[in-house]
């Protein structure tokens, strides 16, 4: 297995998705903006899946499904949402196909056509409400804690695998309170187990913080969200977390009656996070060799290759992995051993370092004779030998410590790639010289952040929840400021 | 809480309707034909999927995810794919909406017509096929064993919540394979799983079998099947696992060189369960009360009831519960207190009897005195006082009781619903009669399947892999026939 790689610092998108297809995490399909993920991809999907489900049934929500589509005047009733969603979607217009008359295959019969078009969901917002009507009576119904796993569209024009598609894979969770406290609580709640998830499980270091008003998704009062560094200097955005009001509640006729007896709106929170966190993951940790997976995240945490010249070796070795492998088992530490003999071992160890398996085991005739096995990390290419016996609990630690190590690295990067500047010369310099998070003061205006966009393309990722107060000159205007925000050129 | 359902002696039909809503599985949505699957009704797809996808991966395979749309040329690729698939079906013709001139608000943008239109997948083949053309090169890259959980669109005009429906959940399993006996015995291991699950987990006894010629799915050499019977003397088709042949490897050029180097087609199966598993879970077990759920895949096992008047024994009988509640969980029983104050007991009794809770504790102050429970089964109704000390472990073997109970019950229904004729005659007086499965002599043409079902609306579930070899005639045409098949009326 050759080097197969491009390096980051020569091309980095180049390395993003020739790692992404290489891995075979992920590739495109014939439906234009539309990815397959494949096998050893979803399986590191599902992993994450399975831990943020844990989390939302842990925080009381229970899961649900609504439908794919939305008829088109829903999207019309709320009037920032219809701004923000009824743009580039997928229409469906017709339901039946028929034989062509003159013989050239299948046509779209047009006596099939749809009185009120539907639109697949770019988010279901719209459709839930309109159900909430009928779920919510009185204050006893309240609260209402769905969550749904669910594909949906958006007919991006530029689409990078898991980044931006236009179809994608996430969950939306959609509550309802009969309180504002209640809601905006619930809408917090969600970003931190967001921030929980993204940092223990992704090792992804990330900023909490609340989204200026012209970045807010469309039908929110408040949005929050998380924003992670890549090895780039660019932010990415992997969680928000809505706080509704009551604006679905009015579009769609929800209320409740309160233990007094009055009828009032429900208040409403939306919250998710997609498969664009498969590309957060890949370009936090990763490095010219591949993929570097975080243990947590990782379907093969380990994986043992034998070496081995005679079939006698060969049957030794494999012996001891097998028993490795049962052991380890028993810890709940997945494993593979491969005794391909297809391949040579340097073909394998560059195969599994590209699919970032975070421990290698490499077993061979001089191992027998010692006892010992080469254990090599991933994250930082050290190689040891160990004893064979009581190996499992070293391995176990040693998960541990790349899961950490990997944490650590990024959160460094993130440090060092933090800058505070306070004038715009220094913020422009800054953003071509390195890149990375600019905390700086801006006035508040969305004039002002309209025109660092279009004169920098920074954006103004969040006002971190933990911004200090801090007298200070917009960078762009001059205008007084209380508190920094972040900027950064994103994903 | 009042009785809410009508009996299944008069009205089976809207008995089903009824109880999948009232049970809150289910309800119909604003999009027609699209259902809404409640967070109670979800949960019970969520233990169903879980069994089956350990299964899926204990048989080695894993999963993917390909996109929703195909193209509408994909369709028509397998000739008798095409004639399956390629007719009610949702169409995406644009990918655009704008605001409309004369502000009568959002329409669809005519500039923003596909070239291709797109097919919201009813099932995906194709484009699977389409990606294992480039998946496949040598015998080395063989068995591919993938599955995914997804939701397809068949546009059906009359619709039932989890029966028909225009969306619905399913799984699909894709292979390819080396050789023709290999992937047959693909086929057969997965219509092996379905059975083992609906006779396991759903308590429902099943006979597996072949689909004749004229029903087997499209594109497919041979479909097996799994069929159960309903209260109502109805059969279900609960999964199917089809034989592809080479069909779609030859439609999608899919071929993969063998060790000796030669160049050959690739052969392939696909095999699915979907929510309909749900309608038949409802119809197979429940009574006039409401749900009966097989433990094995009820969300909640054992529902604590508490019966007081004062405060104090409030206080007492939550104790109890709590404690109680935490040593079950330990054994992974499932168990919901139900300390709501808004509802008196008799209220929760019913509600818990609808939703199929398969073990009811109620605890009063007597039982507070004498150190004792009241255990009542939901499938037999029968209640019995039993001391608290120990109770784990009767609960859990009464579960396991319900799960054989329930299953026993049902296959005895099946085997008294199950008819030998041998006339025509005696077909149609039985058939009328009672329902049930009908075992009876086919010529094996599809003219006589085909008249006995526009005479009799019967049509044959599926000729048993066990059927004996036996000399007969055919009870339409008289001709010879060497075993005998199932008739049924179907859902
Ligand atoms: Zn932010
Ligand atoms: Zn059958």
Redesign the interface.
């Known amino acids: 297995m050759a080097k197969v790689l491009p390096k980051r610092s020569e091309d980095y998108s180049l390395w993003y998705n020739e790692l992404v297809k290489k891995a075979d995490l992920a590739e495109n ?3 234009r903006g ?6 050893y991809g ?2 590191i999907w ?1 992993k994450m899946q399975r831990e943020l489900d844990d989390m939302f049934k842990e925080t009381g929500h ?15 009733k709320e009037a920032d949402h ?1 701004e923000g969603f ?13 034989n062509d008359e003159n013989g050239k ?2 046509v ?1 019969d047009p006596d099939a056509k749809l009185e009120e ?4 969901r770019p988010t279901s917002e719209t ?1 839930i409400w ?2 909430y009507r009928n779920w919510v009576q009185s204050y ?1 119904d309240l609260p209402l804690l ?1 969550n749904q796993w ?2 949906v ?1 958006r ?1 991006e024009m530029r689409t990078r695998l898991f980044l931006r598609t236009a ?1 994608f ?1 996430w969950q939306e969770g959609h509550t309802a309170h009969a309180t504002k406290q209640e809601a905006i609580k619930e809408t917090e709640q969600m970003i931190n187990v967001y921030a929980d998830f993204a940092e223990e499980f992704m090792a992804l270091p990330v900023i909490k913080g609340l989204k200026s008003e012209s970045e807010r998704f469309a039908g929110a009062l408040e949005t929050y969200c998380i924003e992670g560094l890549m090895q780039d200097g660019k932010a990415l955005q992997a969680g928000t977390s809505h706080f509704l009001g009551q604006n679905f509640a009015k579009a769609f006729d929800v209320k409740f009656a309160t233990k007094e007896g009055k009828q009032e709106y429900v208040w409403g929170t939306s919250w998710g996070v997609s498969t664009r966190l498969m590309g957060a993951l890949v370009m936090a940790h990763s490095d010219d060799e591949g993929l570097v997976l975080p243990p947590r995240l990782a379907p093969i945490q380990v994986v043992i290759v034998p070496i081995y010249k005679t079939e006698e070796d060969q049957q030794k070795i494999a012996e001891v992995a097998e028993k490795l492998k049962k052991s380890l088992k028993l810890k709940r530490i997945s494993v593979k051993f491969d005794d391909r003999d ?1 391949h040579k071992p340097g073909f394998k160890f560059a195969e599994w370092e590209l699919k970032g398996v975070p421990l290698r085991i490499a077993i061979g005739p001089r191992d027998l004779e010692n006892g010992t096995v080469e254990l090599a990390r991933r994250d930082t290419k050290e190689k040891q030998t160990v004893n064979i016996e009581g190996i499992e609990s070293v391995i176990e630690d040693t998960l541990e410590l790349i899961q950490q190590n990997i944490y650590k690295k990024a959160k460094d990067y993130r440090t060092a790639n933090t800058y505070k500047v306070d004038t715009y010369e220094e913020f422009k310099t800054q953003l071509e010289k390195t890149g990375g998070f600019i905390s700086a003061h801006w006035d508040g205006t969305a004039e002002t952040e309209e025109k660092i966009k279009e004169e920098t393309k920074a954006t103004i990722r969040c006002i971190p929840l933990d911004a200090k107060e801090e007298t200070g000159k917009c960078i762009y205007s001059g205008k007084p400021s209380n508190k920094r925000v972040l900027f950064a050129k994103a994903y």
Chains 1, 2 share one sequence.
């Open positions: 399909s014939a439906v539309c990815m397959i993920i494949k096998p979803f399986s599902e229970q899961n649900a499904y609504f439908p794919l589509f939305i008829p088109k005047s829903y999207l019309s219809v009824a743009k580039e979607c997928a229409v469906v217009t017709h339901y039946r196909l028929k295959g299948i779209v078009e539907l639109i697949v459709i309109n159900t006893r769905v669910a594909n569209v007919w179809e894979l297809t």
